[in-house]
């Protein structure tokens, strides 16, 4: 096993340690390689030496469901990977400096959405978990919000910062303070995701909804069985969901919300007229059929896309007054 690397023996999910083997193959394998060292090469490049002696592994956990990649980079490769690897300048010059005007509607609506959940005392203090760019967080303030996040690249969290919003690091994050918490494109990327979303369930206000988004594997053990193929495709194709080194834990709904289930929550879901209130449709036949079903999917039973609140509070609650409420 290479010294970049370590083994993850259980469900990081769950927490049981049956599993089935997926599927494994080396990182010097040289499909694997060619693959990986083209797909870095379009957002930065990689340096696959450090890779070498170490095994791409998934598992599929026999109790929650979860798919997980056995051997995860440590703490040293992940900050290479996302601070020199995937190059913060190219991120940003590619994606973020010119939001379109049909991503910030899309942020909106999304904002609108989760807090349209929120319980009547619920604070108007709002966390991006992973704030990225602060993109999410620059709309909460639109809405009225505290922006608060947490981010452990520093050329983001520098960029962030200029925009008002507060980063901090996880111990600097209130208890049950916050009235949003989001946490998007990030689950799947973390060690232990049941750490991760029994922290942010701690932060969050008993009247506070949770907005959970993360890749949807439903189609990903199908993909396995013709891995070549996937791997050539843009972004790797139908195998994104379990991208070496990056997304480490592939979910569906069930184990998604069994974890929330386990962490203290419970589903919530937008109601029909919110979802429907602001509908467009946008240029192209896709986007618009995407739009379409949009509503569909996030009140689905196979959405990875998921709204909780703390399971001790029952919906129509009124709640004491939270501390941070203007
Ligand atoms: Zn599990």
Same mark, same amino acid.
């Given at each position: 096993?290479?010294?970049?690397?370590?083994?993850?023996?259980?469900?990081?999910?769950?927490?049981?340690?049956?599993?089935?083997?997926?599927?494994?193959?080396?990182?010097?394998?040289?499909?694997?390689?060619?693959?990986?060292?083209?797909?870095?090469?379009?957002?930065?490049?990689?340096?696959?030496?450090?890779?070498?002696?170490?095994? /791409?592994?998934?598992?599929?956990? *026999?109790?929650?469901?979860?798919?997980?990649?056995?051997?995860?980079?440590?703490?040293?490769?992940?900050?290479?990977?996302?601070?020199?690897?995937?190059?913060?300048?190219?991120?940003?010059?590619?994606?973020?400096?010119?939001?379109?005007?049909?991503?910030?509607?899309?942020?909106?609506?999304?904002?609108?959405?989760?807090?349209?959940?929120?319980?009547?005392?619920?604070?108007?203090?709002?966390?991006?978990?992973?704030?990225?760019?602060?993109?999410?967080?620059?709309?909460?303030?639109?809405?009225?919000?505290?922006?608060?996040?947490?981010?452990?690249?520093?050329?983001?969290?520098?960029?962030?910062?200029?925009?008002?919003?507060?980063?901090?690091? *996880?111990?600097?994050?209130?208890?049950?303070?916050?009235?949003?918490?989001?946490?998007?494109?990030?689950?799947?990327?973390?060690?232990?995701?049941?750490?991760?979303?029994?922290?942010?369930?701690?932060?969050?206000?008993?009247?506070?909804?949770?907005?959970?988004?993360?890749?949807?594997?439903?189609?990903?053990?199908?993909?396995?069985?013709?891995? *070549?193929?996937?791997?050539?495709?843009?972004?790797?194709?139908?195998?994104?969901?379990?991208?070496?080194?990056?997304?480490?834990?592939?979910?569906?709904?069930?184990?998604?919300?069994?974890?929330?289930?386990?962490?203290?929550?419970?589903?919530?879901?937008?109601?029909?007229?919110?979802?429907?209130?602001?509908?467009?449709?946008?240029?192209?036949?896709?986007?618009?059929?995407?739009?379409?079903?949009?509503?569909? /999917?996030?009140?689905?039973?196979?959405?990875?896309?998921?709204?909780?609140?703390?399971?001790?509070?029952?919906?129509?609650?009124?709640?004491?007054?939270?501390?941070?409420?203007?």
């Amino acid at each position: 096993m290479s010294a970049c690397f370590a083994s993850r023996n259980a469900c990081p999910a769950c927490g049981s340690s049956g599993f089935e083997s997926l599927f494994a193959r080396p990182y010097g394998e040289p499909r694997l390689r060619a693959a990986l060292t083209d797909f870095y090469a379009q957002v930065g490049g990689l340096d696959y030496s450090v890779l070498l002696d170490a095994e /791409y592994a998934l598992a599929r956990c *026999d109790d929650c469901g979860l798919i997980y990649q056995v051997n995860i980079p440590n703490d040293v490769l992940l900050s290479r990977l996302y601070e020199e690897w995937i190059s913060p300048a190219l991120a940003f010059a590619r994606f973020h400096r010119d939001l379109p005007p049909d991503r910030c509607f899309e942020l909106a609506h999304e904002v609108k959405i989760v807090a349209s959940l929120t319980g009547p005392a619920a604070p108007r203090l709002a966390l991006d978990y992973g704030c990225g760019w602060g993109e999410w967080s620059r709309m909460t303030q639109a809405f009225g919000y505290e922006a608060w996040g947490t981010e452990l690249s520093l050329s983001r969290r520098v960029h962030a910062e200029k925009s008002g919003i507060h980063v901090v690091p *996880d111990a600097g994050l209130p208890d049950g303070s916050f009235g949003l918490i989001n946490i998007d494109q990030v689950l799947e990327h973390v060690p232990s995701p049941r750490d991760t979303l029994g922290l942010l369930t701690a932060k969050l206000h008993p009247g506070g909804v949770l907005r959970v988004g993360v890749p949807n594997g439903l189609r990903v053990r199908r993909a396995l069985r013709s891995f *070549d193929r996937e791997l050539k495709k843009p972004r790797l194709g139908r195998l994104n969901p379990v991208a070496p080194l990056e997304h480490l834990n592939c979910f569906t709904a069930r184990p998604l919300l069994r974890l929330a289930g386990a962490c203290g929550l419970r589903r919530v879901r937008p109601t029909w007229k919110v979802l429907l209130e602001s509908f467009v449709f946008p240029p192209g036949i896709a986007a618009k059929l995407r739009t379409l079903l949009r509503p569909f /999917y996030l009140r689905s039973g196979f959405a990875t896309q998921l709204y909780f609140r703390r399971t001790e509070i029952r919906s129509g609650d009124t709640l004491p007054m939270g501390t941070f409420r203007p």
